[in-house]
């Protein structure tokens, strides 16, 4: 397989997009961050000191996505039509669980853009909660689905392990 960011000299490079169709583009991306029970309920009570931590994450998760080609060199601008930020409680962890889908039609996909979103709404509740558990671990970013583009479709198999 070739690598598309790589040109025959072996140099990075930022793939040429001209020449691609105008398609309807979606991407998924998740993951979660795994925190102490103690630290968990400051959350879930609304008592971190810094405000509210799954507000404040979902924000910082969109703002991130809208630069994410500042903050990937390869990464092509993208104007986003549509992106959905979720930061839910998930008491099983304990900790929280992040969710992005991001929409754009264009001449390339969104899949660093839900990514990045992820990325961020995790990293955004790692510094509001740090005070309260330096341990918190991010586990599991990843890409889900993407759908649209030349390649077409593609699917997580819920089988295949991270």
């Known amino acids: 397989m070739k690598l598309s960011h ?60 809208k630069r994410t080609a500042e903050l990937i060199p390869l990464c092509h601008p993208v104007t986003l039509d549509h992106l959905e930020v979720e ?20 001449k390339t996909g969104v899949e660093m853009e839900a990514l990045t979103a992820v990325s961020v709404a995790l990293l955004t509740v790692y510094d509001m909660v740090k005070a309260a558990d330096r341990g918190m671990e991010i586990l599991g970013v990843r890409l889900l689905e993407k759908t649209g583009g030349t390649r077409g479709d593609w699917r997580r198999d819920a089988t295949r392990e991270t």
Do not use: H, N, W, Y
Not at 34 to 63: I, Y
């Open 6 to 65: 790589v040109d025959a000299a072996g140099r990075a490079r930022m793939v040429d997009v001209g020449d691609k169709p105008i398609t309807a583009r979606t991407a998924v991306a998740e993951g979660a961050i795994m925190m102490s029970p103690d630290a968990f309920r400051l959350v879930a009570d609304q008592a971190v000191a810094k405000g509210d931590v799954l507000a404040v994450s979902e924000v910082a998760g969109t703002l991130a996505a």
């Open 87 to 106: 930061a839910c409680l998930d008491e099983q962890l304990p900790g929280i669980r992040v969710r992005a889908v991001a929409r754009v039609v264009g």
